[in-house]
């Protein structure tokens, strides 16, 4: 997202959600920016899935150093699996990274002008991948392609900050997120919300 961007999308926040005004003026501004890393976002997206932001970031960084920060999916295709254990992944884990290079390979998946392509299109074609999911798809086109109207209805941490921020007395359905989201007149920047939705349990580490 263009600076320009981003503050028509605090502009349109602030404007309609006193909720998510508060929270925009304790945070500092949103960053999320598009780059062409797709194959590197995607594997790690799949080895941090169901990790703590640490131990994903700790695995990540082992899986690169090994790789001298380049991975290629034929390399990764020829790594043996126990080594791949030994950076710490888990079987599925390196089945999926493994189904991943594969696919790249055969051109099964391919990243030509996907940034041109329609959300659901791209959720379509990258959940044939195995391990890679709905919500995984919606981080990649969120934090890779810079998408400005993702809501990741599935995230635990967008669910646990509507339920504190908006004082819900239990945690929302996939449903009532996407109610919550329409009350408030997010759209078309459903992804700055949730950007800032995740700043406010960083706010208090507490609620996390």
Same mark, same amino acid.
């Given at each position: 997202m263009q600076n320009s961007e981003i503050d028509k999308a605090l502009q349109h926040l &602030?404007?309609?959600d006193k909720t998510l005004l508060r929270i925009i003026k304790k945070c500092p501004k949103c960053n999320l920016t598009a780059h062409r890393k797709y194959y590197l &976002? !995607? !594997?790690k997206a799949i080895i941090g899935q169901q990790l703590s @932001?640490?131990?994903a970031r700790a695995i990540n960084t082992r899986f690169l #150093?090994?790789?001298k920060g380049d991975p290629k999916p034929e390399i990764i295709i020829n790594t043996n699996d126990e080594k !791949?254990? /030994?950076l710490g992944l888990s079987f599925p884990k390196i089945k999926y990274i493994k189904d991943l290079s594969n696919k790249i390979i055969t051109k099964e998946i391919n990243f030509i002008n996907i940034k041109n392509k329609p959300d659901e299109q791209i959720i379509e074609e990258l959940t044939k991948i195995k391990g890679v999911? @709905?919500?995984t798809v919606h981080m990649f086109l969120m934090f890779t392609l810079g998408r400005t109207n993702i809501l990741p209805v599935g995230d635990l941490g967008i669910k646990k900050a509507i339920m504190l921020n908006y004082s819900l007395k239990k945690m929302p359905t996939e449903e009532k997120v996407k109610q919550v989201a /329409?009350? #408030?007149n997010w759209s078309p920047y459903n992804s700055v919300a949730a950007w800032y939705l995740w700043r406010s349990l960083e706010m208090n580490p507490e609620s996390i």
């Open positions: &602030s404007d309609r &976002s !995607l !594997l @932001v640490a131990s #150093n090994f790789y !791949l254990r /030994e999911g @709905v919500w /329409e009350k #408030n």
